[in-house]
């Protein structure tokens, strides 16, 4: 049963999101709270005007030594909006837009509200209509809005430009890690990072310096093993050469192999420590031709080199460990190969090497990790594509219908492409 990825996340988007959440529910709550409270003041209000126009009314009354005359004023505008109206109280009561009513106090009646106020000889009746008051509610939330609309989305943009320079650090240093290469294994700088990220960085560097120091003693011990091995292999394949016994001649075919084997090892030491990678130029004809002439005698099989019509190809590559690449790949297809291994240069720079193989041609580019049927160590495509990738070569490796084929592409490296006359 296969376990589901973890699904990604990011920490300054979570937090982001999650704080304008709640600065936006807090905005909300404050602005409905706020429209409730001026609702409730409002009221009050609107009931004071009301109070205040009754008192000035029976004031009014008061001064005046004759008997009230039934009336009735629109107070504001003329659309009924809000009425006052006077009449007698011992007379019946004139028509109103709401039903009659016995007692003092606030009524609210058929859309209005409505205050009454009897005394010994007047009934006092003024009253505001409820939707004239839901206006004047309406008008006065939407001036506080307008007030506090624009504070809020201030107050959001702010709250994320913030929330984005608390998160930077973190996002700095995941780019600084995602942007290092493989083979980088400086510390990582814990300068400009939170008391909460250092601990990490820290954790980093020293984990990155043991792999460093480990590394550096691999690569050591390989190179002072391959560096101490080839002058005694050297001098046992002296001694076999001279020697007239015919086993000590068949053993020469193994010293040999063993001698490349050794070989490799120090490629591959040199090439993780960067040495030898130079700029070159090199002549990538000459190069083929002088290794092509130098592997031949010792294969039953014939190498076709097929050079273009180029007199010479010049690219910016050391030539010395160019011809190690080169070198790798045409024994590899030499030893894994089952006819006429075939060079072959195009006018562009790209360098193809086929053989046919009998069977399945699992290419292994671990290292260590043979191919079925080698009797070498797994080195040589390892060392190829990491040599490819150090000098910039194109490297593409294809295998199809019993014929494996591998193509470098050297023309971003190209310096002068002479044709032959």
């Given at each position: 049963?296969?376990s589901?990825?973890?699904?990604r ?6 937090l982001?999101r999650?704080?304008l959440v709640l ?6 709550a ?8 001026l609702n409730h003041?409002?009221?009050e209000?609107f009931?004071?005007?009301l ?8 004031l ?7 008997a009230?005359i039934?009336r009735?004023?629109?107070?504001g505008?003329?659309?009924g909006?809000r009425?006052?109206?006077v009449?007698p109280?011992a007379?019946p009561?004139p028509?109103?837009?709401w039903p ?5 106090g606030?009524f ?16 006092i009746?003024i009253a505001h209509?409820k ?8 008008e006065?939330a939407?001036?506080?809005?307008v007030?506090i ?5 201030l107050?959001?943009w702010g709250?994320?430009?913030l929330?984005?320079r608390?998160?930077a ?5 995941a780019q600084?890690v995602?942007?290092?290469r ?11 990072l939170p ?7 820290v954790?980093?560097?020293?984990y ?6 480990l590394?550096r ?5 390989i190179?002072n093993?391959?560096?101490e091995l080839r ?5 046992i394949r002296?001694?076999?050469d001279l020697s007239?016994d015919s086993?000590?001649?068949a053993?020469i ?7 490349r084997?050794?070989e490799?090892l ?10 030898g990678?130079?700029?070159g ?16 005698p010792r294969?039953t099989?014939?190498i076709l080199?097929?050079?273009g019509?180029?007199e010479?190809?010049?690219?910016a590559v050391?030539p010395?460990?160019l011809a190690?690449?080169?070198r790798?790949?045409?024994e590899?297809a ?17 360098l193809?090497i086929?053989?046919?193989?009998a069977g399945?041609?699992p ?5 260590f990790s043979?191919?079925a049927?080698?009797?070498g ?6 060392i190829v ?7 910039g070569?194109?490297?593409?490796f ?6 494996v ?10 310096v ?6």
């Amino acid at each position: 049963m296969t376990s589901r990825p973890a699904r990604r996340w990011s920490l300054a988007r979570r937090l982001t999101r999650r704080a304008l959440v709640l600065a936006a529910f807090g905005w909300l709550a404050t602005v409905a709270l706020s429209l409730i409270a001026l609702n409730h003041e409002l009221e009050e209000m609107f009931d004071e005007e009301l109070q205040a126009l009754v008192e000035t009314t029976i004031l009014s009354l008061d001064a005046t030594s004759e008997a009230p005359i039934p009336r009735s004023w629109g107070v504001g505008t003329a659309d009924g909006e809000r009425l006052l109206r006077v009449f007698p109280a011992a007379g019946p009561a004139p028509l109103a837009p709401w039903p009659a009513l016995s007692g003092n106090g606030f009524f609210d009646s058929q859309g209005w509200r409505i205050l009454r106020r009897e005394t010994d000889e007047a009934v006092i009746e003024i009253a505001h209509s409820k939707a004239w008051r839901h206006e004047e509610m309406i008008e006065a939330a939407s001036a506080l809005l307008v007030l506090i609309v624009p504070l809020g989305l201030l107050l959001l943009w702010g709250l994320r430009r913030l929330t984005a320079r608390a998160t930077a650090p973190v996002s700095r240093l995941a780019q600084s890690v995602a942007a290092r290469r493989p083979d980088d294994l400086s510390p990582v700088d814990p300068d400009g990072l939170p008391d909460e990220l250092r601990p990490l960085a820290v954790s980093v560097s020293a984990y990155l310096a043991r792999i460093d120091t480990l590394r550096r003693s691999e690569r050591d011990f390989i190179a002072n093993a391959a560096h101490e091995l080839r002058t005694p292999l050297a001098a046992i394949r002296a001694r076999l050469d001279l020697s007239g016994d015919s086993d000590a001649k068949a053993a020469i075919t193994g010293i040999d192999a063993l001698t490349r084997r050794v070989e490799r090892l120090l490629q591959l030491s040199r090439l993780e420590a960067g040495v030898g990678i130079g700029k070159g130029p090199a002549d990538l004809v000459r190069l083929l031709r002088l290794l092509r002439d130098e592997m031949a005698p010792r294969d039953t099989a014939s190498i076709l080199f097929d050079d273009g019509d180029l007199e010479t190809f010049t690219v910016a590559v050391d030539p010395d460990a160019l011809a190690i690449l080169l070198r790798n790949l045409m024994e590899n297809a030499r030893e894994h190969g089952d006819g006429t291994m075939t060079l072959r240069l195009t006018p562009r720079g790209k360098l193809s090497i086929g053989n046919p193989v009998a069977g399945p041609a699992p290419l292994a580019f671990s290292r260590f990790s043979a191919g079925a049927g080698s009797n070498g160590q797994g080195l040589g495509l390892s060392i190829v594509q990491a040599m490819s990738r150090a000098m910039g070569i194109g490297l593409d490796f294809e295998s199809a219908e019993g014929f494996v084929t591998v193509t470098l592409d050297f023309a971003g490296l190209a310096v002068r492409s002479d044709h032959a006359t």
